[in-house]
């Protein structure tokens, strides 16, 4: 108990020195800041100027940089027309082969359909005949 007393004790002390040296300090803060004032000020008005000065040394390297990447631009565009061209070719190409597989493949389908219609068709003709023969012979027993 002795020992957290003790503490206590020292820190509200700590606490009583702080306050005190707070208070004298607070003419000493005023004093820097109204020095200090004028020489912001100072460096905001440099900072502005260095700021026009950067501006104006980097305005004619932008545009150049401007105009290069609009060179480039074209450079580029030149050189990739003929590679688009041969892939648009190519592309048509290999449409047409879809077309003309799918074409054939459609046409060999409707082939064997067509076939296989007709010999349903035979098939049924040969039943119905049938029938027909089988009435027939009923009929004429």
Known sequence: MGFMETLKKW?????????DLAEKAEPMVEKAKERAEPMVEKAKERGAE?????????EPIVEKAKERGA??????????????????ERG?????????RVAERAGDA??????????????????????ADAAEDALDE
């Open 50 to 58: 260095t700021w026009e000065k950067t501006k104006e040394r980097a």
């Open 110 to 131: 409707v082939d064997k359909s067509r076939e296989a219609g007709e010999a349903a068709a035979d098939k049924l003709e040969e039943k119905v005949d049938e029938a």
């Open 71 to 88: 060179e480039t631009w074209e450079k580029t565009k030149e050189r990739a027309e003929p590679i688009v061209e041969k892939a648009k």
């Open 11 to 19: 820190f509200g002390m700590a606490k009583e020195g702080a306050a």
């Open 92 to 100: 048509a190409e290999t449409w047409e082969k879809a077309k003309e």
